[in-house]
């Protein structure tokens, strides 16, 4: 069996997305900004530079790995 975030059936799903919370705000955050770029119809064009934002807040994210209130 699968473990990890979302591996638990009873665990709480993130509010109006389907999706299970990663435990971690700051990537939440950057699913929720990628989830919504779906959802607006963004023009294609536009995705590199979401993408690219995703990945920066993806790496701030890793980088604070660890530290007392990562993820808080």
Known sequence: MSEGPGSDPGEQLESGTGR??????????????????ALAGTPVHQHVAAFEHAHQGLRDALAGAGEPDAGA
């Open 20 to 37: 299970p919370s990663t435990g971690d705000r700051a990537v939440d955050e950057v699913i929720a900004s990628l989830d919504a770029l």
